[in-house]
């Protein structure tokens, strides 16, 4: 019965880790880094990037803390560790998937469009920069 406790919580720790700790490891690495650089150049019109990256941060981050304490508090007997393995193996995984590239810079485009001053062109020559 531990293995399948173990293995559910495995797939539990690896979708709740991607969802939340993964997603502001790439907040992190590439939103804040790319936004302040796109500030400086005069690329963004005045806008709230940032403070609404700090409030996702901040959700995400007790989401993810929350899960793990309850899980630790009240899943049976494998449960935490497999949602710490889970979680690791994510982190691992991902943590590569970070920083600049393709799908990280057409999602901060698309989240952010609004607040571009030039086209989207020109938004991504200056992060690939």
Known sequence: MYLIWFVLFWMIGMAVTSYTALVVM?????????????????????????????LTILVLSAVFLLVGVLVHRFAPTGGFAGLVCGSIVILFF?????????????????????????????????ILK
Request: hydrophobic share 35%; aromatic share 6%; no cysteine.
């Open 94 to 126: 991902g943590a590569g998937k970070t920083g600049v590239n393709s799908n990280n810079m057409s999602d901060y485009i698309e989240v952010n469009r609004r607040h571009f001053q030039k086209n989207d062109e020109e938004i991504v020559a200056a």
């Open 26 to 54: 790439i907040i992190l690495n590439f939103g804040i880094p790319i936004t302040r650089r796109l500030e400086k150049m005069g690329l963004l019109k005045p806008n709230p990037i940032i403070k609404s990256y700090r």
